[in-house]
């Protein structure tokens, strides 16, 4: 069974520009969350869906938007990049949440 | 909102040997799920262990085990026979069951780097 595939696994943007991260959840897993890893703030949790719609959100900006197709894989974009942006954004899913996510690899994005 | 707090930023163990990993939490709901992730320098999170609230019983995975205190609001995670490839960052991790804003939504601990030394 595949796990979470997150693509691209490194990103290199500039201040101003947007970018869309990719994640294809394990096959049947409906449930799909984003979350931002930096040193300084841990973990923190962006968003959730569930087939197509979003049922939970951070408190994160407007520039961070995310979205789930009807084969549950999900994109989340980042407009207008800052340097604190800079981060691993991890992906995970769930069949049911309460038994756990599993996450994906990453993406390292790395705004200069 | 609810906030889990471990307290120590690194720990380290003799290979062989056990260690404790602490974490508490606050939520003011009854029904919860916890759980301990590992990540290891790959940067993949791995579910070590899971714990349901309303069950007393403390989970085990083979090597790894809970003492969940429910009343403290204490989940430690304890991993017996210490192996290298232990060696990673753990989180614990908190996931209501209100729905609504608990909806697949974890909220984590800042983490605990362990060393298991050879």
């Known amino acids: 069974k595949a796990g979470v595939t997150q693509t691209p696994r490194y990103l290199i943007k500039t201040r101003g520009q947007q970018v869309t991260l990719s994640c294809s959840p394990i096959?049947?897993?409906?449930?799909v969350s984003w979350y931002q890893q930096t040193p300084g703030q841990g973990l923190q949790f962006l968003f959730e869906?569930?087939?197509?719609?979003?049922?939970n959100k951070g408190n994160f900006p407007g520039r961070f938007s995310g979205r789930q197709f009807s084969n549950s894989r999900s994109e989340m974009n980042v407009s207008t990049l800052e340097l604190g942006d800079s981060a691993l954004y991890l992906c995970?899913?769930?069949?049911?949440?309460?038994?756990?996510?599993?996450f994906g690899s990453g993406t390292r994005l790395t705004v200069v | 909102a609810q906030t889990v707090t471990q307290s120590q930023p690194e720990m380290s163990v003799q290979e062989a040997e056990t260690v404790t990993l602490s974490c508490t939490y606050d939520?003011?709901?009854?029904?919860?799920?916890l759980f301990w992730y590992k990540q290891p320098p790959s940067r993949q999170m791995i579910l070590v262990i899971r714990?349901?609230?309303?069950?007393?019983q403390n989970a085990t995975e083979n090597r790894f085990s809970v003492n969940f205190q429910k009343a403290a609001k204490s989940f430690s995670l304890k991993i017996s026979d210490s192996q290298l490839g232990d060696t990673a960052m753990y989180f614990c991790?908190?996931?209501?069951?209100?729905?609504?804003?608990?909806?697949?939504?974890?909220?984590f601990g800042q983490g605990t780097i362990l060393t298991v030394h050879p």
């Open positions: 995970a899913s769930s069949s049911d949440g309460n038994y756990g996510y599993t």
């Open positions: 096959s049947g897993h409906r449930s």
């Open positions: 869906y569930f087939s197509e719609t979003q049922r």
């Open positions: 939520t003011s709901e009854n029904n919860y799920y």
């Open positions: 714990q349901e609230a309303y069950k007393q």
């Open positions: 991790a908190f996931m209501g069951n209100a729905g609504g804003t608990s909806y697949g939504k974890l909220t």
